[in-house]
């Protein structure tokens, strides 16, 4: 039996592999269950038990040096293969780019940034403390009913970034100057004008003895640095439940075109946010001294902003997932 291992490792270190089929061929002669190695393994069982120990010393080093042959030609397949590489293939893949509703969000969170607004993110799903309770909303308002919120469970999809301030000034106490951008969720019938989710960027300044000047200053910078110096603004007062007083804010669009007529329904001036001076239930809410503290809050859609920067005219469009709208922003 020695003499016949002998002679197998003889044949073996004869072999040349050359390609990988050579490797698979070799494998199943030699190593596989009926290969030529595994047969002397077979026979080997059935020798007397003082030959086991000799025979079985070189049996297994022939094995192994099989074992290690074939895995080297393996080895050397799969380097050939790295070196059919084309690496100036890469140059070819379609760079990506930035959606453009995360180009007029970066814009907008670095205006506010010189202002000395800091960036603060909250999370989707809300708990109704957040959304609304906190933010003076009575159990009876509408909008907590299900038609506008979505609902899981007992938690909700945000329907506004206001929730953000909450969780902010529950961290601790003022200063607190912030702007917070995401994602939020409205039930709404989805149409080239509204989907059921968009985004918006909340504005939160809390300090001693902030007022509306202040908030009506800060929009001035906001709006010069966004829509172009000289654009005018206007504020009407309105209605939140989490700032008092609270006002809508619009720019100057003009009448001069049939679009800036059919966009501002014939009025020339273009609702851009909603704002206010942060309620005092809000600060007590979440632990400040309202006697002491007082802010503005202001709240924007980025989808509408971006729609009007760039001539968008269907809101739908931002996640048709058409290449060609990202490719208008940059991508290849
Ligand atoms: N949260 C309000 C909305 O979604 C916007 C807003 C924010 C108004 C902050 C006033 C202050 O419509």
Redesign the pocket.
Known sequence: MLKRIQDLETEIDAIVINNGAEAESFRLAYLSKKGKVSLLFDEFKSLPSEEKRTVGQVLNLLKRKAEEKWSAAQESNDSNQESDYDASLLQQIPQGSLHPLKVVEDELVSIFSKLGFDLAEGPEIEDDHHNFGA?NFADDHPARDMQDTFFIAEHVLR????SV?VREMERGQPPFRLVMPGR?YRNEAVSARSNCFFH?I???YVDEGVSFTDLKQTLYYFVQQFFGEGTQIRFRS?Y?P??EP??EMDIWAGLDTEENRRLTKGTGWLEV????M?HPNVLESCGLDSKKFSG??????IDRLTMLKYGISDIRDFFSGDVRMLQQFGGL
């Not at 329907?159 to 206001?162: A, C, D, G, K, V």
């Not at 946010?273 to 206010?276: A, F, K, S």
């Not at 503005?296 to 859609?301: D, I, Q, T, Y």
């Open positions: 933010l329907t506004h970034t206001s301030q939020v918006q909340e504005g939160l309105s939140f989490f700032t609270s006002a946010l909603g704002c206010g942060v503005f809050a202001f709240g924007m859609g």
